[in-house]
């Protein structure tokens, strides 16, 4: 590699190393414990049993894990005296724990009774075991009894054992309630920071401050830290987070200030209880020191974190130093800027990915939310790649004085020979005045040698194609009139039968819309290229007229200009440009032998396009314009034409992967050119992988309001990447079109408003091209009769419901906050920002809507019988 490389290089990997060093800061040390908890709450189902679905541990298992708590605790923490952990006393008495024992009271009297006797014969029998009684946990607090019958319950315990007889409620119930206290021993409060909403970082204290005001409160009953932890899994709950770190560090601080204040605790909770999750959402599961399975989920010495972010940011460190090695190698010739600004796209690429494929490690996902994101993986991978390919193509076209291959229109030699050229017309259902005006343009060609050959098809309306018959013929023997009733193929047959009509004389073929003003000079100054005989087509740049004046249009104009303008001009600089349907010329032999126009794709110049660049034919593009066509009256039919070129271009992706992909050798197509025709319509697939998201995203928000205990908040894996692509997708049109495009300003934001306008048709076609084999029967909305607005609301009714929903589901998101965290606020401003496309959609199409944007109908708005189909068109 040159020096200049190696600099790229060496600054590149830089910055990856100092973006990685900023995250991995060294942490703080934090609290070390060691010793035997004081109490650890007891329930000792595994992971396929539930007590609501009478599946209990049997007594084998329970005795396990009382063995593998020993040495670990000193007591241990029971919730019920039925359904077998009843025998829970006498096993903890064998192996040596205290235990408090506890009886589960609730609206179910005839249970309650087996409960309390088994408490009170238990209490009896193992006195020196059991040191204290529960009866009832958070039973007032869910309402599940009333003061006064707990009160019984407990008066009867209290006369029946001779141990410190209590019950467990939250805090705050017993100051609610201090009758209670009359009625117990001593006083068992659920202390859970988590439930209230309390950060992470203020936990501890204000665990200590509630423990201290029932000391306060209530000076001569002891009190009993009954449950106190933090998940360390599910959904953030105002500012606090769960997290295996966040519940490792809190236990720590927690035990070392309770050992150093001689807190009678209970720590919630000793294992994980995945039966949880329906009756307490997923957080619920997720209280354990040990997961499900009994395996520690950290240690209360030594560092917290893992190894995982240290071996992540290596492997994006090395993964993208590999990439960008492999990009400088094979691109000599870029400049610096240029491969700078590529280099380290290629390095936070890799960084984003590779985080991506270690989120479900780095974020100890839930089971659920493993199985989205390996959904969502190649749809991840795909936006990262559609990020590049615009990247790549910034790199070359803001810095291109690394392009070499460019083409200007060439004044022929005196004396030199130009073929004769036969110029194809094809028109279906167009207004007889547009064609004459492009007819006579054609007449005033300045090139000595050219025919005209017009092609009506597909067309029953006589007082459509009968004017344009006798125009040909006042317009001499250079212009011949076909008429076709029915013609196999549309646009792509009625070319066919004009190549079978062409003069055997012709060596050149030129294709031209039937809309199109071409300047006088247009043979005369492209059809030298054809000296050369390895050259196949030359294509020059479509370009419109009859905006001035409509803000619809001239919105639409600089839209279509960026492509012709950017993507042309990189993609020709590798023989690879886009074949279109008007202002092309094709060697007359190669478009004979190589079969001619496919009827079977609605693309079919670009499809040609492809067959002779795989024949190993030149294909040029010169960028000065020579024709001028009309722009879509209405978003309908901007909508409709756009749809066509993207299901035309899935159907070539479709039909000639065996040309296109990069696995497979042979097909006349090298490496460069095959980059090209994918890397040019990933884009497409970006739009549609966004919309499969935001369907995601929309139907995710419904589960959180109907289903709030299965869905908590959403992962920001399903809104992150739509949303960076869109936005890069963004930067990357405006810088473009800033640098080479010429336009004002408002004219470049109109633009990337018509194009943000169209990502929902894009992703439709593209989704609808995967999944069928011939594009569907589309029509433009029959509403010209009513109010403009009903006009631009029906012709941007899909786009229209879809930022309803989303704007519904950034509302919901919203409304699940509250006035402690940013979080929900933040994730409804993501699908507010997922919303922009369809509400440009709606902008547009009530734009064109406005009766200031009405210009006369072309071929792509002109009413027809509602029974007809719109044939392919350019």
């Given at each position: 590699?040159?020096?200049?490389?190696?600099?790229?290089?060496?600054?590149?990997?830089?910055?990856?190393?100092?973006?990685?060093?900023?995250?991995?800061?060294?942490?703080k040390p934090e609290v070390e414990w060691s010793g035997a908890f004081n109490y650890l709450s007891f329930s000792p189902y595994r992971a396929d049993q539930d007590p609501i679905a009478q599946r209990f541990p049997a007594p084998e298992e329970i005795y396990e894990d009382l063995l593998f708590l020993r040495g670990k605790t000193r007591g241990i923490r029971t919730y019920s005296s039925l359904d077998g952990m009843e025998a829970i006393p006498g096993m903890a008495a064998r192996l040596g724990f205290e235990v408090t024992a506890g009886a589960w009271v609730d609206g179910r009297l005839e249970r309650n009774e087996d409960e309390i006797a088994n408490l009170i014969d238990n209490t009896n029998r193992y006195p020196a075991t059991i040191k204290r009684v529960l009866v009832g946990n958070e039973a007032i607090y869910r309402d599940d009894l009333g003061v006064e019958e707990l009160i019984g319950y407990l008066d009867r315990v209290r006369a029946a054992v001779k141990v410190p007889v209590g019950t467990a409620e939250p805090w705050h119930v017993f100051l609610r309630h201090p009758e209670l206290v009359e009625h117990v021993d001593f006083i068992a409060i659920h202390v859970l920071p988590y439930w209230e909403r309390v950060p992470f970082e203020q936990s501890v204290g204000w665990v200590i401050e509630r423990w201290r005001q029932i000391r306060?409160?209530?000076?001569?009953?002891?009190?009993?830290?009954?449950?106190?932890?933090?998940?360390?899994?599910g959904e953030n709950f105002g500012k606090a987070k769960p997290g295996r770190e966040a519940e490792a560090r809190f236990l720590r601080r927690f035990l070392a200030v309770a050992d150093r204040l001689e807190i009678d605790y209970c720590i919630m909770e000793a294992f994980d209880q995945p039966w949880k999750k329906p009756h307490e959402g997923v957080v619920g599961a997720f209280w354990g020191i040990y997961d499900v399975e009994r395996r520690p989920k950290f240690a209360f010495q030594g560092p917290i974190h893992s190894d995982t972010l240290f071996y992540t940011g290596l492997a994006a460190v090395l993964s993208g130093l590999l990439l960008v090695a492999a990009y400088l190698r094979s691109n000599p010739s870029q400049t610096f800027p240029g491969g700078l600004f590529f280099a380290l796209l290629l390095q936070t690429t890799a960084s984003v990915l590779v985080w991506v494929l270690a989120s479900p490690l780095l974020g100890e996902f839930l089971a659920r939310?493993?199985?989205v994101w390996a959904i969502l993986l190649p749809m991840q991978v795909g936006l990262l790649l559609i990020i590049l390919v615009n990247g790549f193509e910034m790199a070359e076209m803001l810095w291109p004085e690394g392009l070499k291959r460019r083409f200007t229109p060439l004044t022929p030699r005196p004396g030199q020979r130009l073929p004769r050229v036969s110029i194809h017309v094809p028109i279906c259902k167009e207004p007889p005045e547009m064609v004459q005006a492009t007819l006579d343009g054609l007449a005033g060609l300045d090139y000595p040698d050219y025919e005209v050959l017009v092609i009506d098809n597909n067309n029953p309306h006589p007082e459509l194609w009968r004017p344009v018959e006798a125009h040909c013929g006042r317009l001499g023997p250079r212009f011949r009139f076909f008429h076709l009733d029915r013609v196999e193929g549309y646009k792509a047959g009625a070319l066919n039968f004009a190549l079978r009509q062409t003069d055997p004389e012709a060596e050149i073929v030129a294709v031209v819309d039937s809309d199109y003003l071409v300047r006088p000079d247009w043979l005369k100054r492209m059809v030298p290229h054809f000296?050369?005989?390895?050259?196949?087509?030359?294509?020059?740049?479509?370009?419109?007229?009859?905006?001035?004046?409509?803000?619809?249009?001239?919105?639409?104009?600089?839209?279509?200009?960026?492509?012709?303008?950017?993507?042309?001009?990189?993609?020709?600089?590798?023989?690879?440009?886009?074949?279109?349907?008007?202002?092309?010329?094709?060697?007359?032999?190669?478009?004979?032998?190589?079969?001619?126009?496919?009827?079977?794709?609605?693309?079919?110049?670009?499809?040609?396009?492809?067959?002779?660049?795989?024949?190993?034919?030149?294909?040029?593009?010169?960028?000065?314009?020579?024709?001028?066509?009309?722009?879509?009256?209405?978003?309908?039919?901007?909508?409709?034409?756009?749809?066509?070129w993207v299901y035309g271009a899935v159907q070539i992706l479709k039909h000639h992967w065996p040309r296109l992909s990069p696995f497979r050798r042979g097909g006349g197509l090298n490496f460069a050119q095959r980059y090209h025709f994918i890397a040019g319509w990933?884009?497409?697939?970006?739009?549609?992988?966004?919309?499969?998201?935001?369907?995601?995203?929309?139907?995710?928000?419904?589960?959180?309001?109907?289903?709030?205990?299965?869905?908590?908040?959403?992962?920001?894996?399903?809104?992150?990447?739509?949303?960076?692509?869109?936005?890069?997708?963004?930067?990357?049109?405006?810088?473009?079109?800033?640098?080479?495009?010429?336009?004002?300003?408002?004219?470049?934001?109109?633009?990337?408003?018509?194009?943000?306008?169209?990502?929902?048709?894009?992703?439709?076609?593209?989704?609808?091209?995967?999944?069928?084999?011939?594009?569907?029967?589309?029509?433009?909305?029959?509403?010209?009769?009513?109010?403009?607005?009903?006009?631009?609301?029906?012709?941007?009714?899909?786009?229209?419901?879809?930022?309803?929903?989303?704007?519904?589901a950034a509302a919901v998101q919203g409304a699940f906050g509250n006035d402690q965290t940013e979080e929900p606020l933040v994730r409804a401003g993501l699908l507010l920002i997922q919303a922009i496309p369809y509400a440009a959609a709606l902008a547009l199409s009530l734009l064109g809507a406005m009766p200031e944007a009405k210009a006369p109908r072309t071929a792509e708005s002109r009413p027809l019988p509602a029974a007809e189909q719109v044939p392919a068109g350019r």
């Open positions: 590699m040159r020096k200049r490389s190696w600099l790229i290089l060496l600054l590149a990997c830089g910055f990856q190393v100092a973006l990685w060093a900023i995250f991995s800061r060294p942490e306060e409160a209530f000076p001569h009953k002891p009190v009993f830290l009954a449950e106190v932890g933090w998940p360390s899994n939310e493993t199985l000296e050369r005989q390895a050259v196949g087509v030359v294509q020059a740049p479509q370009d419109h007229r009859g905006w001035e004046g409509s803000r619809f249009k001239e919105v639409l104009n600089w839209e279509y200009h960026g492509f012709f303008e950017i993507g042309m001009v990189h993609r020709n600089e590798r023989n690879a440009i886009i074949q279109h349907g008007t202002m092309t010329l094709i060697r007359r032999g190669l478009l004979e032998s190589s079969g001619g126009w496919a009827e079977w794709c609605i693309c079919e110049d670009a499809e040609l396009g492809l067959r002779i660049q795989s024949l190993g034919y030149e294909t040029i593009y010169v960028k000065e314009s020579f024709g001028k066509g009309l722009t879509p009256d209405s978003f309908a039919g901007y909508k409709r034409q756009r749809f066509r990933l884009p497409w697939f970006g739009d549609a992988i966004s919309l499969l998201m935001n369907v995601l995203c929309i139907l995710w928000t419904a589960g959180m309001v109907f289903f709030p205990r299965q869905f908590g908040a959403p992962l920001y894996l399903l809104m992150l990447p739509p949303i960076g692509a869109f936005l890069f997708k963004l930067l990357h049109f405006l810088w473009l079109y800033t640098a080479r495009v010429p336009c004002t300003l408002r004219q470049r934001l109109g633009a990337a408003l018509a194009g943000a306008a169209l990502t929902h048709t894009i992703a439709l076609a593209v989704l609808r091209g995967l999944f069928t084999r011939r594009m569907p029967f589309l029509r433009t909305p029959k509403c010209e009769s009513r109010h403009a607005l009903l006009q631009g609301l029906a012709m941007a009714r899909g786009e229209g419901l879809m930022f309803v929903l989303l704007v519904a």
